[in-house]
């Protein structure tokens, strides 16, 4: 049963009501009640089916204001915790956990309250920072720094300094927060590492384990170990893959700790490369070789994806004007193109959201269409522009509309049957062939037809058996 908003205010009044009253004493919640009607009253909305009401009605709104409810909402959020930091450090400095049965404030948030560790101990330490730099109970209700943040600087906040490091933290993300940290307390480069891992084991596997991998962590310049196995775990142990973060860590100002793992293969191949340089880097540290192989493989990316290199080709303007063909195939845009359109967005997305920001984002950008392609846009530089994987497909269903989008996506990901894509690639690989040699052709055997049947045909074939 569906309320208005009117009818729906009154009954959640009602309900609190009731709940106030039970938890008041007889003499003063006990309340006349209304005479009997004669007509049949409407059915109470349970408790549960309050979520059900504002669901349906979150689906009502319209962008605008389910935007502008979102905006109320976490400027709450960010009130409610600098008020929740401010209950913690209240109860912790008047001892009132102790009061309440429990041996800290950490165990009084776990057990009483059922917050996660990880929560507890967040909350826990920004109430106590709190505590010393009030000016972080203002910066958190007005959202302009995280427990997160806070967490991470409380052990390099001093009086001298706090007003300075608060200031560059305000509205930083974790990353930025953390280069922050490399600057306030640098940390001595890590020593270049190669060791083999453990092999891991199941208690179902079948067969050897597979080989070792190798880690390597360097960026300073010590010299690596030899390769020395790890002790076996025994045949029962089992060792979780390791968590390591995607993005090196910062140490220090320009320097970074980067962890990662390899196979056996890429273990000989830097094994190989150390040789190879050892009159350049004689003690076989894989940072700076690791660095030439970036350079190596971003050059080759560079040019591959935007057409950027050291000697570029002057663009040729009709090539440019179109990319069109006669039966409308799909070119790719040229690299003078390519290359034009990526400086000037500055290699990240071009789209720009309805109140003017831009986004930054630089990973997985492609080159979309203003003028989509299937009505009429051309591959110029005017018409190109760099978008990101989430922005390109919500281009895509303004243009073609979603339902189109979502079933052509579908399509894209369901998988084929093999007698079916199978012809077809013969049929192109046969086509290119004989187009190569100037010969016609004709459609090529069936999957079934025997091996003497699918020969070549001749270039003398009469036109009447061309396709």
Request: hydrophobic share 35%; aromatic share 6%; glycine share 6%.
């Amino acid at each position: 049963m569906l309320l208005s908003a009117g009818a729906w205010t009154t009954r959640k009044a009602n309900w609190h009501g009731k709940r106030a009253c039970a938890a008041l004493p007889p003499s003063k919640g006990a309340l006349e009640a209304p005479p009997r009607s004669s007509h049949r009253r409407a059915p109470e909305i349970p408790w549960y089916s309050w979520w059900m009401i504002e669901t349906h009605s979150l689906d009502s709104l319209s962008d605008r204001a389910l935007l502008c409810q979102f905006g109320d909402l976490v400027r709450q959020d960010h009130e409610g915790k600098a008020h929740l930091l401010r209950h913690i450090d209240l109860i912790e400095s008047r001892k009132l956990f102790a009061k309440q049965g429990h041996s800290s404030m950490f165990d009084f948030l776990c057990s009483r309250h059922h917050m996660s560790e990880s929560t507890a101990f967040k909350r826990i330490g920004a109430s106590r920072t709190a505590r010393r730099f009030p000016v972080l109970f203002e910066m958190v209700a007005r959202g302009e720094i995280h427990l997160s943040g806070i967490h991470r600087l409380k052990a390099h906040l001093t009086p001298e300094n706090y007003e300075r490091v608060l200031g560059q933290a305000k509205h930083a993300t974790i990353r930025q927060i953390e280069k922050l940290v490399a600057h306030l307390a640098p940390q001595p480069d890590v020593p270049s590492r190669l060791r083999a891992l453990p092999a891991r084991t199941t208690n179902d596997s079948i067969g050897s384990p597979p080989p070792p991998l190798l880690a390597v962590a360097g960026s300073g310049p010590t010299v690596s170990g030899p390769t020395s196995p790890a002790p076996d775990p025994g045949p029962a142990a089992t060792v979780p893959p390791p968590r390591r973060s995607p993005d090196p860590t910062p140490l220090s100002p320009g320097r970074y700790k980067l962890q990662v793992t390899l196979s056996e293969a890429a273990k000989d191949k830097l094994e190989q490369l150390q040789d190879l340089l050892a009159h350049q880097i004689p003690n076989s540290d894989p940072a700076p070789i690791i660095e030439r192989a970036l350079d190596v493989l971003l050059t080759e990316v560079r040019k591959q994806k935007t057409g950027i290199t050291d000697k570029p080709r002057a663009s040729k303007r009709a090539a440019r004007a179109s990319r069109r063909t006669g039966n409308d195939a799909r070119v790719r845009p040229g690299a003078a193109v390519r290359r034009e359109v990526w400086k000037r967005d500055e290699g990240r997305c071009g789209f720009v959201g309805e109140d003017g920001h831009r986004c930054n984002e630089t990973r997985g950008l492609e080159f979309a269409h203003v003028v989509p392609w299937a009505k009429g846009g051309d591959d110029t530089a005017e018409n190109l522009t760099l978008r990101c994987i989430a922005h390109n497909a919500l281009e895509a269903d303004r243009d073609y509309g979603t339902s189109f989008m979502a079933s052509k996506r579908k399509s894209k990901v369901a998988t084929k049957p093999l007698e079916v894509r199978e012809p077809i690639a013969q049929y192109r690989a046969y086509r290119l062939r004989s187009d190569k040699h100037g010969a016609t052709w004709r459609d090529p055997p069936s999957p079934s037809a025997s091996p003497s049947s699918s020969a070549s045909p001749s270039s003398s074939a009469s036109p009447s058996s061309s396709a």
